[in-house]
C-alpha cells in the first residue's frame, strides 16, 4: 500500500505564508490522485477545506489555496490568522485504496 | 447543504461485530457521482480510511480491514451502514462517515466506540 507522507509539523508567524505538502511513496502526485485537504481542531471532527487539487468549499477562508507543487500536493496559506492553529491533513486516491497523510501539526506563532 | 449523522452503539465488547449508520440529508444516495466512506481516529491518532461504497452500490476497502469489514447502503432509507466483525480493543476509535465526489466532502459530526468487556 502507498504511504503519503507530511511534514509533521510547521510554524508560521501571524500574517505570514506557509506551504504544507502531501508527497506519495509511488511517485509524482497528480490530479488522477484527487488531493483533498482537511483541517481539525482539538475536539472537532476534520472539515474539508480543498478538494480535488484546488477546489474550495463556501467555507474555505480565501487564505487557504490548493495546488500541485514540484510533484507534491501542497496547500498554501497566505496570512496566517490566530484560527488557523489545527492539524490539517491530506488525502489521495490511489483507485483502492484511499490512503491519508500521517498530519501535520501547524502552528501559528 | 449535505449533512452526515452517525449513530450507533458507543461499547461494543471483544469479538462482536460493531456497527455503525450514517443518516445522509440534504443530498440523495441515488443521483450524483458520491463516494460514502467510513473512516476512523484513534485518539491522539491520525485518520484511517475503512472504506467506501459508491452510489451505484459498488465496494472498496482498505486491505487493513478487508476480511472483516462490510458497507452497505439503503437508499430507501437514506444512509448507509459500517459492519467491522471481531473487534479488539485497537478498534476503539473515533468513527466518521464522509461523502466525497462531485462537489467535495462532507463530514459528520463522529462517534466515539470503544471496544471493552
Known amino acids: 500500500q502507498a504511504v503519503v507522507t507530511q511534514e509533521p509539523s510547521l510554524t508560521v508567524s501571524p500574517g505570514g505564508t506557509v506551504t504544507l505538502t502531501c508527497g506519495s511513496s509511488t511517485g509524482a502526485v497528480t490530479s488522477g490522485h484527487y488531493p483533498y485537504w482537511f483541517q481539525q481542531k482539538p475536539g472537532q471532527a476534520p472539515r474539508t477545506l480543498i478538494y480535488?487539487?484546488?477546489n474550495k468549499h463556501p467555507w474555505t477562508p480565501a487564505r487557504f489555496s490548493g495546488s500541485l507543487l514540484g510533484g507534491k500536493a501542497a496547500l498554501t496559506l497566505s496570512g496566517a490568522q490566530p484560527e488557523d492553529e489545527a492539524e490539517y491533513y491530506c488525502?489521495?486516491?490511489?483507485?483502492?485504496?484511499?490512503?491519508f497523510g500521517g498530519g501535520t501539526k501547524l502552528t501559528v506563532l | 447543504q449535505v449533512q452526515l449523522q452517525e449513530s450507533g452503539p458507543g461499547l461494543v465488547k471483544p469479538s462482536q461485530t460493531l456497527s455503525l449508520a450514517c443518516s445522509v440529508s440534504?443530498?440523495?444516495?441515488?443521483?450524483?457521482?458520491?463516494?460514502w466512506s467510513w473512516i476512523r481516529q484513534p485518539a491522539g491518532k491520525g485518520l484511517e480510511w475503512i472504506g467506501r461504497i459508491y452510489t451505484s452500490g459498488s465496494t472498496n476497502y482498505n486491505p487493513s480491514f478487508k476480511s472483516r469489514v462490510t458497507i452497505s447502503v439503503d437508499t430507501s432509507k437514506n444512509h448507509f451502514s459500517l459492519k467491522l466483525s471481531s473487534v479488539t480493543a485497537a478498534d476503539t476509535a473515533v468513527y466518521y462517515c464522509?461523502?466525497?465526489?462531485?462537489?467535495?466532502?462532507?463530514w459528520g459530526q463522529g462517534t466515539l466506540v470503544t471496544v471493552s468487556s
Open positions: 464522509v461523502r466525497t465526489g462531485a462537489g467535495g466532502g462532507y
Open positions: 488525502f489521495l486516491s490511489y483507485g483502492d485504496p484511499w490512503v
Open positions: 440534504g443530498g440523495s444516495f441515488s443521483s450524483g457521482n458520491y463516494y
Open positions: 480535488d487539487t484546488t
